[in-house]
């Protein structure tokens, strides 16, 4: 991998540009780029390499905040490969998550990436959940997942002799993978074609010219990271794309909102989404000789979340989450340079114990861990319907060679590749 940073872009595309006079920086040097592809999580990668590989060979320049790649959502997940059940039929989720799952399988299997398809049981641990398990098996047939077969509970404990289940729905379709060696191969293959990936870079905001054309403002994230959150923001660089994906995630819609904001009619359908986060904790199983289960085991989905399940990673490690904790009051700054707090609290897990010990009830205390903490950018709040992807280009806001995609949570790890081929057929259109 190329040793990109920051001063990659500064360095390389400062220097002999136009000077710009938008709001008074005179000084800022100015350049011209082809395609800028805002955040470096799976899902930028994704369309990077897709760009670069597939897509006329475009000149493709990747901008992230972080000191490397997929330091985000894209690494604070479970890892799973969805098959493409839970989502409503011809939805963006439902769509992306199965073409998605077979582009995954394909690619792991053409590239060596670590991954198993180990299947998943849905379960339902009282006789109240199973009309809902009913639903989620005709929901899944409708949007063509292969292979679902619905269990008595003691078919089910047969195979899963730790679990606890009045019936279950098997998903063979479902599997997990190695999710940093998926992002490391696709960004080898996007730099291979010419792909530059500028780290410890930000995207703080940006505007829309006087022929209608979108410029980036720049600034290293060390900047944004001592601003006081009041004062101007003024970037090191501005830049003018032919095309910008804002793939920025959690930085998504705050991003949007600080580049164009300006000049548009406050009763604009191009106004960004309200955006909601939630957290979700992570606890790994300890003190046991060997996995407990040998498939992935999700209870009923719950509001915000697919419930507290038990995902398994390629090295038999059992993890159990996530838990969903709603969060107010993000900042920009937060967002924009990923400053949330991931910790997890140890007396979290007595919130686990009893979730967990629905399926698994021999579950021993103090076996639980404190793992790993994510966030999910979501469009939808507590007790809201849960939303769907939102892909917007120039028809929704009207700013020609601007794509934004909001809400990007799962099943985003399987539907990477999908989105990617999605945008590039935008693009091309």
């Excluded at 592809?37 to 972080?66: D, P, T």
Aim: net charge neutral; glycine share 10%; proline share 6%.
């Amino acid at each position: 991998m190329k040793p990109n940073t920051s001063t990659k872009i500064f360095g390389a595309l400062t220097g002999a540009g136009t000077k710009p006079r938008w709001l008074g920086y005179g000084s800022v040097p100015k350049e011209t780029a082809d395609a800028v592809v805002i955040g470096a999580g799976v899902v930028g990668i994704a369309v990077a390499r897709e760009l670069a590989v597939k897509h006329g060979g475009r000149e493709v320049l990747v901008i992230e905040s972080a000191p490397t790649f997929g330091t985000g959502s894209s690494s604070r997940n479970s890892e799973v490969i969805h098959a493409g059940i839970y989502y409503p039929t011809n939805s963006l989720k439902s769509l992306f998550c199965v073409r998605g799952r077979h582009l995954m399988y394909k690619y792991c299997k053409e590239h060596n990436i670590p991954h198993k398809q180990i299947g998943k049981l849905i379960v339902a641990t009282g006789s109240s959940e199973i009309p809902k398990l009913n639903s989620l098996m005709s929901r899944g047939i409708e949007n063509g997942v292969e292979g679902l077969r619905m269990m008595e509970g003691e078919e089910a404990m047969k195979i899963e002799p730790e679990l606890q289940c009045i019936r279950a729905l098997l998903s063979p379709a479902s599997g997990i993978l190695d999710s940093h060696s998926l992002m490391l191969s696709l960004l080898g293959e996007a730099e291979n074609h010419g792909t530059i990936f500028s780290y410890g870079t930000t995207v703080i905001g940006g505007h829309i010219d006087e022929d209608d054309h979108i410029q980036l403002h720049i600034a290293d994230t060390m900047a944004v990271k001592n601003w006081d959150g009041r004062s101007h923001l003024k970037p090191d660089l501005i830049l003018v794309p032919k095309l910008v994906v804002n793939c920025a995630g959690l930085a998504a819609i705050a991003l949007s909102r600080r580049i164009y904001g300006h000049g548009l009619d406050s009763n604009s359908r191009a106004l960004p989404p309200r955006p909601y986060f939630a957290r979700g904790c992570y606890f790994t199983l300890s003190n046991v000789k060997s996995p407990p289960f040998r498939h992935l085991i999700y209870p009923i989905p719950e509001e915000g979340g697919l419930g507290v399940h038990v995902t398994l990673d390629l090295n038999g490690q059992v993890k159990f989450g996530p838990d969903v904790e709603w969060i107010d009051n993000v900042d920009t700054s937060c967002s924009l340079i990923n400053s949330f707090d991931y910790s997890v609290p140890r007396d979290r897990a007595n919130k686990f114990y009893p979730e967990i010990r629905k399926y698994y009830p021999r579950l021993k205390d103090g076996s639980l861990e404190p793992g790993y903490a994510g966030i999910r950018p979501k469009l939808s709040g507590p007790k809201q319907s849960p939303s769907d992807f939102m892909i917007q280009g120039e028809e929704s806001h009207g700013i020609g060679g601007l794509i934004n995609l909001y809400g990007i949570e799962s099943p985003g790890l399987t539907s990477s590749m999908a989105i990617a081929e999605h945008v590039a057929t935008r693009i091309s259109k």
